[in-house]
């Protein structure tokens, strides 16, 4: 079993920042990648930000410069400078990992919420 918890979502103005976390828990016994992704009301999840676990990232072009990700050990962070109502949304961590009975797949958190509003 593999468990991810989300923390760090809320309510922030335009212009204003939070830091996501997502820690990693169970039978890992190894992660391939980290990841954030996003679902905004009546919209598809999309990709945010990912990072391998050789430390190359990726973002969506909406967010470069304004967001980071970074990962150490089993937790993945997301810091989000500059925020934007359009960053609203329903933020998601995923994994891709190898448990210790050698199944592989993705897991995914529950989701935390952000909210950029005036």
């Known amino acids: 079993q593999v468990q991810l918890v989300e923390s760090g979502g809320g309510l922030v103005q335009p212009g204003g920042s939070l830091r996501l976390s997502c820690a990693a828990s169970g039978s890992i016994f190894n992660i391939y990648g980290m990841g954030w992704y996003r679902q905004a009301p009546e919209k598809q999840r999309e990709l945010v930000a990912v990072?391998?676990?050789?430390?190359s990232t990726n973002y969506a072009d909406s967010v470069k410069g304004r967001f980071t990700i970074s990962s150490a050990k089993n937790t993945v962070y997301l810091q989000m400078n500059s925020l934007k109502p359009e960053d609203t949304a329903v933020y998601y961590c995923?994994?891709?990992?190898?448990?210790?009975?050698?199944?592989?797949?993705?897991?995914w958190g529950k989701g935390t919420l952000v909210t950029v509003s005036a």
């Open positions: 995923k994994i891709r990992a190898t448990t210790n009975s050698r199944a592989s797949g993705d897991y």
């Open positions: 990072i391998t676990s050789g430390g």
